[in-house]
Structures are given as C-alpha cells and as structure tokens.
Nanobody, 131 residues
Framework: QVQLVESGGGSVQAGGSLQLSCVAS???????????MGWFRQAPGSEREGVAA????????YYADSVKGRFTISQDNAKNAVYLQMNSLEPGDSAVYYC?????????????????????WGQGTQVTVSS
C-alpha cells in the first residue's frame, strides 16, 4: 500500500506563492506501466478538479487550463516526491489540495477526468488565498 504525505499548504494573499510537496512511502513501478503523480483540488460546493500531473518519468505533464502559466509540477524520483509550485495565486485557487498517484500509461488523460483513475490519495492540505 502506497501512502502519500502532503505538506506546504497554508494561507497567502492574492498574487503570492506556495509550494506543495508530496512524498510517497515507497517507490512504485511495474514492467507495463509508469508512475503518474499529481494534484487534485476541491473547494466547498465545487467538483473535484485535476490541477496538474506528471508521468512517463517526467516526459508528460498535464495542467488544468485555470492554472496554466501559474503552476508548475515537478518530481524527484530519488525521493519518490512530487512538487507543485503555485505562483500568482488567486482566491479561486482556494481549496483542499490532494496528492494523487497511480500506475498507468495514460497519465495526462486520467488527470483531466474526475480522479477515479488514481489509486492512491493523500489526506489533503488546505490552501487559502485571500483577496
């Protein structure tokens, strides 16, 4: 069982920056699939949204349209970690952010969907952006 531990959430004013980190408890891979890690978020009263994902050893990335140009996802394979650098934060970015991971050949495709394609989920970290 893979456990995902997030850190880095908090409160910031609009225009500010935060970096989220997620470390997996174990390295996971297979001969047929590659690891896909990323972030989903959910605000009260809103549907869960895929924010960003990275797979294929970093060769493929996904970003939601709402965060393109402001957020950057990266990974450190040696640490089983994935990071989300969030710049130019807006109040609309306020949500609980969840680290997600799975083995797949379709990382960017499942990141664009509802999250059911990800097997492992972290407990979430709150991000609050004030205007």
């Amino acid at each position: 069982q893979v456990q995902l531990v997030e850190s880095g959430g908090g409160s910031v004013q609009a225009g500010g920056s935060l970096q989220l980190s997620c470390v997996a408890s174990t390295y996971f891979t297979s001969t047929d699939y590659t690891a896909c890690m990323g972030w989903f978020r959910q605000a009260p009263g809103s549907e869960r949204e895929g924010v960003a994902a990275i797979g294929d050893g970093g060769g493929s990335t996904y970003y939601a349209d709402s965060v393109k140009g402001r957020f950057t996802i990266s990974q450190d394979n040696a640490k089983n970690a994935v990071y989300l650098q969030m710049n130019s934060l807006e109040p609309g970015d306020s949500a609980v952010y969840y680290c997600v991971a799975t083995l797949t050949r379709a990382c960017t495709e499942i990141a664009a969907r509802d999250g059911t394609g990800f097997r492992y989920w972290g407990q979430g970290t709150q991000v609050t952006v004030s205007s």
